[in-house]
């Protein structure tokens, strides 16, 4: 790798905006009432993501995984049961982790979130099976688009009722499409694990606002710039798309970042901003 490819060797740049990952899920119990009151009391705070999916009767919930086995003491007999098949008053039943924090609505969520605060919804499940992430082709994006329809469309009612600056982030194709077309004027950003060509092709398509890379993707594991990172930066910066890049742990990491001149940081703590910023 040459000097030029190194993160280190990039001009200093500003600050980057710090994102609170499931409401720092580094130190809160993820994508909680407490969690989100917690990354909104800290001052670093910028911006706060929250995964949100449907639940079998058409609730709006704040939740990571497809079922409660991870985050909840469950029984056996529900706990590998896929979330969109349980209501919200079963799921409301259960605590995450150690804490005594239920699985919220993404109504209390927001409630919880003062106006100040942009919030990073990442559209992760619209409660029905058949849903695939990255692209889809185009004879059956029309298909995917009707699957994702109703949920991001309540999504973005219960959403733009707030004061909240919202931007919407998803993996799949089919919840960019529809949120685009739902609510024209609402930021997107597709979410990058491995294929940036997916994400560049998913970013003009929808006319994203960001592209929210992996920092695996992004980084080699001596934190200098990967081929694939290069080959989004340049991308990014020709199509004037901010870059925040997920999940950051370490001071190192977010400081090599800060150095490539990223947009945001989404990170598990807020201790990985150094005390020079
Ligand atoms: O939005 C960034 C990040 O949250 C994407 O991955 O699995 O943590 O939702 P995940
Ligand atoms: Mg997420």
Not at 78 to 101: F, H, N, V
Not at 104 to 112: E, F, N, Y
Not at 253 to 274: M, N, R, Y
Request: glycine share 6%; net charge negative.
């Amino acid at each position: 790798m040459g000097r030029e490819d190194s993160a280190d060797e990039s001009a200093l740049s500003g600050e980057p905006q710090l994102i609170a990952h499931r409401g720092y899920d580094g130190e809160n119990p993820e994508n909680t009432i407490p969690a989100v009151r917690a990354a909104a009391s800290d001052s670093r705070t910028d911006a706060i993501e929250i995964d949100v999916r449907a639940t079998r009767d058409g609730e709006i919930i704040v939740f990571h995984d497809d079922d409660l086995s991870r985050l909840t003491d469950a029984p056996m007999s529900i706990c590998d049961t896929p979330i969109w098949e349980l209501s919200y008053e079963t799921l409301s039943g259960y605590t995450i982790g150690d804490s005594d924090a239920s699985i919220p609505t993404l109504t209390a969520v927001l409630a919880a979130i003062p106006a100040s605060i942009t919030v990073n919804i990442e559209l992760k499940h619209p409660g029905c099976e058949g849903v695939r992430p990255g692209l889809v082709d185009t004879e059956t994006r029309a298909a995917a688009i009707d699957r994702w329809n109703p949920f991001v469309r309540q999504v973005f009612d219960i959403a733009t009722t707030t004061e909240h600056d919202i931007l919407a982030s998803s993996f799949y194709e089919g919840a960019l499409a529809a949120a685009r077309a739902t609510a024209p004027t609402i930021p997107l950003a597709p979410l990058v694990g491995d294929s940036v060509e997916t994400a560049l092709i998913i970013a003009d398509r929808y006319d994203a606002a960001a592209i929210h890379p992996s920092i695996d993707l992004l980084f080699t594991e001596s934190l200098c710039l990967s081929s694939a990172g290069k080959s989004l930066r340049e991308a990014a910066q020709t199509a004037d798309w901010q870059l925040n890049v997920w999940t950051i742990t370490t001071q190192t990491a977010a400081v090599s970042l800060q150095k490539l001149g990223v947009d945001g940081i989404i990170s598990e703590t807020p201790e990985i901003v150094p005390l020079t910023w």
